[in-house]
């Protein structure tokens, strides 16, 4: 018994003295400047647009993840001597909007940068994607999780990946029909008064759209399965988020991919989402099929291949989904329009309907919210109705 103590009372001791010990360790990192390339995105054989993402990699004491390759020639050239331009844009994207491609020719994206260096990516043939069958939701304690489900009868595709854009609308707490009145020298709030003479409501305020990219690299393999059949959730939208608040929608994008670029797209993926113990899978080398011609050591980060873009659109509404209960935590407050009032809230406070109207200068009653976003959908997201909306 007075052994099993002293090495308890030992052990309770080499614990303490561990926790007491622990210190922030800064590794001393080696400074290099690694400017790689980065290529991302599909050559689209099917209908719509393509779609390529030039970047660069940064040291990493820069806080920004990458930094976007602008002024670049991009094309996507056929084995047949066909070619197809893309144009670049300020956030380093360069697109085409349709490209006619032949079935039975190879292609590869050409590539030449502001300082005269050549890349490309292999030949490669174009790949069939099947359709999408269908986008399902189920509803769980914590939120809803969607899921895609697809099927190739020939059993030829196997390898799948997806992105997603999803929208969804978003509506003030409260209608809002009055403005400030504020002074022409110092620019003070001394009274508010009806945004229109009708004393109506402000409605290009009230009802906007956020539309969101997806960023997690989404895979599918039905490789050990005998049949070539997929289905797979693909998000998931916490309780009681705003994206489910009144109406929303996702569109899917389906491809099929190679084996190689499966396997790529896995480990960036363990690369880039999956670190953080040390019991996650630790970083590896990307091998991908692009290269820099005009030196063939450099190193280039990504993986280009020809798929024929699928996609499907599913629309969930908020009474489909029981007990969602969002709450944008917006409360109001009756203020009257006098100076002192106006004074005691200051620039947080902004109205929404007045009870009762009255000249300038004399008290209106009015209900006031301290959150601008309560009144204005604008913050943040856009007021002009998506074109695919119901």
């Known amino acids: 018994m007075k052994n099993f103590f002293r090495t308890t009372v030992g052990f309770m001791i080499i614990m303490i003295l561990f926790i007491c010990c622990k210190q922030e360790y800064i ?19 099917g209908q719509g647009p393509t779609n390529i993402h030039l970047s660069r990699t940064v040291d990493l004491a820069n806080r920004a993840a990458t930094k976007s390759e602008l002024g670049a020639q991009v094309r996507v050239e056929g084995e047949n001597g066909s070619s197809f331009t893309l144009i670049g844009n300020p ?70 990946q997806w992105e997603y854009e999803e ?16 002074d022409n020298i110092t620019n003070r709030i001394i009274a508010m008064d009806f945004k229109y003479p009708d004393h ?7 009802k906007c759209w956020k539309t969101v990219n ?43 991919i190679s084996h190689e670029k499966y396997l790529f797209l896995e480990k960036m993926k363990k690369n880039t989402e999956q670190l953080g113990s040390l019991f996650d899978p630790q970083p590896t080398q990307l091998s991908g099929n692009i290269h820099c011609l005009t030196d063939p050591n450099e190193i280039v980060i990504g993986f280009v291949e020809i798929s024929q873009q699928q996609t499907k659109r599913k629309f969930i509404y908020n009474n ?23 004074a005691k809230y200051g620039e947080i406070v902004v109205p929404t309907t007045p009870s009762l109207v009255s000249p300038f200068g004399m008290i209106i009653k009015s209900y006031a919210t301290p959150d601008i976003k309560c009144v204005d959908c604008r913050i943040g997201r856009l007021n002009q109705k998506p074109t695919f909306w119901p």
């Open 27 to 45: 590794p001393q990192l080696e400074e290099k400047n690694l400017s790689l390339l980065v290529v991302e995105g599909f050559l689209n054989s």
């Open 214 to 256: 997806s960023t997690s690299i989404i895979l599918g393999s039905s490789e050990r399965l005998t049949a070539d059949v997929i289905y797979l959730p693909f998000h998931f939208i916490n309780q009681g988020s705003e994206q489910l608040s009144v109406l929303y929608s996702i569109n899917l994008k389906q491809y099929a």
């Open 320 to 342: 489909e989904v029981d007990n969602w209960n969002y709450n944008p935590g917006c409360f109001e407050i009756e203020i009257d329009n006098i100076r002192d009032s106006l």
């Open 91 to 160: 956030n380093g994207e360069y697109s085409i909007a349709q490209l006619a491609l032949a079935n039975n020719v190879k292609y590869r994206l050409w590539i030449k940068t502001t300082d005269g260096k050549e890349y490309a990516s292999d030949f490669t043939p174009i790949k069939y994607t099947p359709p999408i069958d269908s986008i399902t939701w189920q509803r769980e304690s914590d939120g809803v999780r969607l899921y895609v489900n697809t099927h190739d009868p020939q059993n030829a595709t196997r390898y799948y």
């Open 200 to 206: 109506t409501v402000d409605t290009t305020i009230y």
């Open 167 to 182: 929208t969804w609308e978003f509506r003030s707490s409260f209608r809002s029909s009055v403005k400030y009145i504020r």
